[in-house]
């Protein structure tokens, strides 16, 4: 018994002796991967913060130099693309245009409206309807913002969950079909 003890244990030395080149390789490999993985995620904060800033920053320059004439478009452009910024980051880049087209739409929408009444409306009251049709609008079109801004942690955490099951190493439970024994492989996805 003893001999054939050491001889199984001499066998594994050996194979395992054979494997370590290739084991070290398989490690640096895996090693530089996740390296790579790493710095490829993305932030959940940054994008949630970025999207706030893009919004925040255009939008109160904007109302303070509305009096000026060409602050109207900082706050239009504020309302309109900021809030996408963060989904762009994630490269959810159709999740970000779908914003922008729906806030965009919102604003049109508002103002065609607004349009609409005050042409049906008294010669007294001097685009009051405008005025209060594309203040809902932009009131509208700054809550879709904001759900917007608020969402853009679930973009952020698809696009790293796409990213770890692309590039992945998995350890798998298995049975051996021959003699019925439990195991595990590592399973490498790419």
């Known amino acids: ?6 001889k199984k244990c001499l066998s594994l030395s050996l194979v395992l002796l054979l494997l370590t080149p290739a084991i070290a390789k398989a490690k640096s490999m895996l090693e530089e991967n996740f390296e790579r993985e790493q710095k490829s995620l993305k932030s959940e904060w940054i994008a949630m913060s970025g999207s706030f800033i893009a919004t925040a920053g255009p939008s109160f320059v904007g109302y303070k130099l509305a009096d000026k004439g060409y602050g109207v478009p900082l706050l239009v452009g504020g309302l309109i693309v900021g809030p996408s910024a963060g989904h762009f980051y994630a490269g959810q880049t159709g999740r970000g245009i779908k914003g922008i087209v729906m806030r965009g739409g919102i604003l049109v929408l508002a103002a065609v409206v607004g349009c609409e009444l005050d042409r049906n409306a ?34 952020v955490r698809k696009y790293n969950k796409s ?14 079909p021959v003699d019925k024994r439990y195991g595990l492989s590592i399973v490498y996805g790419f």
């Open 1 to 6: 018994m003893e001999v054939f003890v050491s």
């Open 122 to 155: 008294s010669p007294d009251s001097e685009g009051l309807a405008v005025g209060f049709s594309l203040l809902i609008g932009g009131l509208l079109g700054y809550a879709h913002g904001i759900y917007d801004i608020c969402t853009t942690p679930s973009s």
């Open 163 to 176: 990213l770890l099951e692309e590039n992945s190493l998995r350890l798998v439970p298995e049975v051996n």
